[in-house]
């Protein structure tokens, strides 16, 4: 008998357990029972019962921890040690319950966090294993402080997930960090993934995407979430958008059913870097994008997020109802695109750059339908701060309103912004020729990192611009 299936002696259970993909689906357990956790290391120590550290469990072959570990009961908890667990692939279950997750939790026993190590590579994108899919329904599962490589994908989710927490993860080389996939309906909201918090994940290294979500997901919260796409030596897989929420994209469904796009999420305090893209053959564009949400996405909050680097848009979004508070965006083709309604408020775009392709450069760029404000931001850089694409709209009408900001080129004068941008309170002028000497606590420079506070608007300048200090 495995040992790690005997339980600890305080835990009556009426029914055998099994563990299936790493979460914890019990058919027959009395919700009374009290919660355990259960311990696990490459290699057993001790009594092998897997009841604490010092009798840790060893885990099982890579195909064998579907038949191998126990089922996890509401509240429980698998602990998993120090060391190197390969191509190993975890299946879908039923979850835990609300207020007593199923959590999958990696700790530092001596050598780190657990290692979980696939074969995917970057030169073939397409192949590889997917280390945790979330099946339909499954809920309240927490996953936590796991370090994943080589991985077609970190995290899978099915649809009509509650709860979830993903908390902690370090990922690097794969092809997409964590897929939130679809299978809702508009009319029952119980088929929509929801309330779920992503928080303090790094990915690294990708070909495709850090985050993305495939429509029929809602009530997001994205917390602390760093994504390196890892620039052109990682571009093998067209394209990067590091994080990615694609709404409802299903083709050829009939108009009868209501599309299923994603909403109400928000992020804080996440950063965006290094997406590439270069056009194939016969075409000119080059994409490669930070922050991207689809046309039908809606309800999408940004607070003190950055962006750099990327081949095209540090954002480019196609949603509605957009905030951004406290934003940071430099070194992109254009810092912002916006194809929608979007406010900004104390935000700051600088030093855009052309790394490639068509297209010019610009701190904002608005299209199609676009309407944005902005109130008490920044632009800096010697580009254009607005490039307004409006097919078909009246040249007096007004696609930008910008309030208590400052709009500050280096070297080159301003140019007009005509009726399409409406300024008020709005300081415009060539660096050397500040009319209320130095403008910021530092001098302006491309390299900014976001970090501190060397762009913030010096008093002279009012409540003009941005300010890392209000945050």
């Known amino acids: 008998m495995n040992p790690y299936l005997t339980l600890p002696r305080n835990r009556n259970r009426a029914a055998a357990l099994i563990f299936c993909g790493g979460f914890a689906v019990l058919s027959a357990l009395s919700s009374s029972l009290d919660a355990a956790d259960f311990y696990i290391l490459s290699d057993a120590k001790g009594s092998g019962d897997g009841s604490s550290w010092e009798n840790a469990s060893a885990a099982p072959a890579a195909d064998g921890w579907s038949a191998h570990i126990s089922k996890l009961a ?103 960090g964590v897929i939130f996939k679809g299978n809702a309906r508009a009319d029952d909201p119980k088929t929509w993934t929801r309330d779920v918090l992503v928080e303090n994940c790094t990915f690294k290294g990708f070909t495709k995407s850090a985050l993305r979500w495939e429509g029929g997901n809602r009530d997001f919260r994205i917390v602390d979430c760093h994504g390196d796409a890892g620039g052109k030596p990682y571009a093998t897989d067209p394209f990067h958008m590091v994080y990615d929420i694609r709404g409802d994209q299903r083709k050829d469904l009939p108009s009868i059913i ?7 999420i928000t992020f804080v ?24 949400a689809e046309r039908g996405v809606s309800k999408i909050t940004f607070i003190d997020c950055m962006a750099f680097d990327c081949t095209d848009g540090g954002w480019d979004l196609k949603a509605t109802d957009v905030v951004f508070k406290g ?22 775009a600088g030093f855009p750059i052309k790394r490639g392709g068509s297209g010019g450069t610009a701190n904002i760029g608005v299209y199609s339908k676009g309407v944005i404000t902005l109130d008490r931001c920044t632009l800096v850089g010697d580009v254009a701060p607005f490039d307004i694409e409006v097919k078909g709209a009246s040249p007096d009408a007004t696609h930008v309103r910008v309030s208590n900001s400052l709009i500050v080129s280096i070297d080159r004068e301003l140019p007009s912004f005509g009726k399409q941008v409406q ?31 060397v762009f913030d608007a010096l008093p002279a300048y009012g409540e003009r611009g941005f300010r890392r200090s209000v945050q």
């Open 258 to 264: 209501e599309r299923v796009h994603d909403t109400n």
């Open 74 to 176: 509401p509240g429980d908890t698998l602990r998993i040690g120090s060391g190197t667990y390969p191509k190993v692939k975890f299946g879908s279950g039923k979850g835990g319950a609300k207020g007593s997750p199923v959590t999958l939790l990696g700790e530092d026993t001596g050598g780190g966090l657990p290692v979980f190590r696939g074969s995917w590579t970057k030169e073939k994108p397409a192949s590889g294993e997917i280390l945790c899919s979330v099946g339909i329904g499954a809920s309240f599962v927490t996953i936590k402080n796991l370090r994943v490589e080589n991985y077609l994908a970190a995290v899978v989710t099915l649809g009509g997930n509650e709860g979830l927490v993903i908390s902690g993860l370090d990922v690097k080389d794969v092809r997409m």
């Open 423 to 453: 300024a008020t309170d709005t300081a415009q002028f060539t660096f050397a020729k500040a009319p209320k000497g130095p403008v910021f606590a530092a001098a302006p420079s491309a390299d900014w990192d976001g970090r501190g506070t």
């Open 327 to 348: 934003c940071v965006a430099f070194r992109n083709k254009r810092n912002y695109r916006i194809w929608g309604q979007a406010s900004f408020e104390n935000c700051i």
């Open 269 to 292: 305090g996440c950063i965006a870097r290094n997406a590439w893209h270069e056009a194939p053959k016969g075409k000119n564009y080059w994409n490669g994008d930070g922050f991207v």
